[in-house]
Each structure stands twice: as structure tokens, then as C-alpha cells.
């Protein structure tokens, strides 16, 4: 398995910009899928935006799309989320994610997740 730590959250105005980090550990992080999630409060963890471990297949909920990108960086044991055009409504917990198990697709329910990072706070405001 990978270990994994977010950075990068933060408060920003509607319609900024910010960029999400996650730092794992392990020499097999390039046969994982990553996934970001997000719980805001009172409400279930998400699922956001999951990419392959080759980076060249990846998936958006729908709320997001257009807005985030999901992107990775093998040789630095890294994947990002870069979120722009941010709503009041993107305001949660960010949780970074591994799958389950080596080359399967990216987990988009907390039941296919191996590998949870602590999570880092975003705060948007109107």
C-alpha cells in the first residue's frame, strides 16, 4: 500500500484558483489509481476526480467537470488537483486516495479505497 499526504488547501474568494497536492510513499505508487474525494460539512465523503495509473485515462463527477484537473507525476510519487472557477459549494475536506489494489481503475466509492490521506481544508467564500 501507499501512504499518502495532501497539501495545498486553504481559503480563496469565488473564482480562484487552487492547487491541491498529495505526496505518497511506496515504490509501487505507478501501479495505483488515485482518486480525489471531498466532504463538506454534514454531508458524505465524495468522490471528485480519479485518474489511472498511467495518467492517460482519468473521470470527474459531474459537479467539477471543466472546472478540475487531475493530473500525476510518477517519477515524483505525486498526484494533483488543480481547481479552478471555485464555487461556495467546493468548500470541504479534501481527501486524497489510492485504490485498492494495483492496476484496477481509480476508486469512486469509499469501498474500493486502499489508501486514505489525512485530508487538507478547502474554504471558499462568496
Known amino acids: 500500500q501507499v501512504q499518502l499526504v495532501e497539501s495545498g488547501g486553504g481559503l480563496m474568494q469565488a473564482g480562484g484558483s487552487l492547487r491541491l497536492s498529495c505526496a505518497a510513499s511506496?515504490?509501487?505508487?505507478?501501479?495505483?489509481?488515485m482518486a480525489w474525494f471531498r466532504q463538506a460539512p454534514g454531508k458524505e465523503r465524495e468522490f471528485v476526480a480519479g485518474i489511472r495509473w498511467s495518467g492517460v485515462r482519468y473521470d470527474y463527477a459531474d459537479s467539477v467537470k471543466g472546472r478540475f484537473t487531475i493530473s500525476r507525476d510518477n517519477a515524483k510519487n505525486a498526484v494533483y488537483l488543480e481547481m479552478t472557477s471555485l464555487k461556495p459549494e467546493d468548500t470541504a475536506v479534501y481527501y486524497c486516495?489510492?485504490?485498492?489494489?494495483?492496476?484496477?481503475?481509480?476508486?469512486?466509492?469509499?469501498?474500493?479505497?486502499?489508501?486514505w490521506g489525512q485530508g487538507t481544508q478547502v474554504t471558499v467564500s462568496s
Open positions: 486516495a489510492a485504490a485498492g489494489r494495483q492496476f484496477i481503475d481509480w476508486p469512486k466509492e469509499e469501498r474500493d479505497v486502499g489508501s
Open positions: 511506496g515504490r509501487t505508487f505507478s501501479f495505483y489509481a
